[in-house]
């Protein structure tokens, strides 16, 4: 079979496509979750960043006919890893609690979590670990980065598009805190119908990361006025 190139010529951007879709059931946030892993060829890094597809109907809230909830356009969240909290239940940050909170909240209704590896807002995870050292009397999770000689938050939601075009998805809901992504997502072509605000998972542990997020970051989140700044 010859193969031609394509119209657009040879130093277009490839646009990503799915790779393989793999059928799973999760147990995780008290719950049996069925769901689909979804990998993709030709991202715009080199990340091995997954989709968790969640059908719909999967805990107490309803499912309309696309499967989707609120009028057809999928509730989705852009969940960047974080191996202390997501696996080891760390108490230093929200993000265990933030990515239970959206399977749950996604499976009711339809949509997807794209699991992003961003590990560190995208420094990686030893950086991050020298960061958390690093933390602590006057340097804050932003700081700390700072000292370490890299960003306050390096991440870059280019493939996260990629993924939902490919995915078909060009209206989304997004579950979020943080502006950031919306307007990186819109930046890159997708339209951000909605922001539906995560929970503030709010401990005694984690009242310092989240305060920093809150008071020196962009994050939209209010905390109780006795939090720390
Ligand atoms: N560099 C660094 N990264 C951290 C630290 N604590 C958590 N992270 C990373 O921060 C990322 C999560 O980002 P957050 O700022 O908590 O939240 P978000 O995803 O931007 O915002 P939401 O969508 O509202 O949850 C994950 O990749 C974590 O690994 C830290 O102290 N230093
Ligand atoms: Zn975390």
């Known amino acids: ?44 890094d ?20 696309n499967g989707t909830g609120s009028g057809g356009v999928p509730l989705v969240r852009l969940h960047s890893e974080c191996l202390t909290g997501d696996v080891f239940g760390s108490t230093r940050c929200d993000c265990g609690p933030q990515l239970d909170e959206a399977l749950r909240r996604i499976s009711a209704e339809g949509g997807a979590v794209l699991y992003l590896r961003q590990e560190g807002r995208g420094i990686g995870l030893y950086n991050k670990l020298d960061a958390y050292l690093l933390q602590g009397a ?62 503030v998972h709010l401990t005694r542990e984690n009242a310092a990361y989240l305060a920093a997020k809150a008071h020196l970051g962009r994050h939209t989140l209010t905390l109780p006025a006795e939090t720390a700044r």
């Open 138 to 199: 006057g340097t804050d999770t932003f700081e700390a980065n700072r000292l370490l000689g890299r960003g306050t938050d390096e991440r870059d939601y280019a493939a996260a598009a990629a993924m939902l075009r490919a995915l078909g998805l060009r209206r989304v809901r997004l579950l979020t805190n943080n502006p950031d992504k919306v307007r990186q997502l819109s930046d890159h072509g997708i339209h951000v119908e909605d922001t539906v605000p995560t929970r």
């Open 1 to 44: 079979m010859s193969v031609r190139p394509s119209a657009a010529g040879p130093t277009a951007p490839r646009e990503a496509a799915v790779r393989a879709r793999v059928p799973l059931t999760l147990d995780r946030a008290e719950r049996r979750l069925p769901a689909e892993l979804v990998t993709f060829r030709g991202l715009p």
């Open 46 to 65: 080199a990340g091995e960043h997954v989709a968790c597809l969640l059908p719909g109907g999967g805990g107490s809230g309803g499912r309309d006919e």
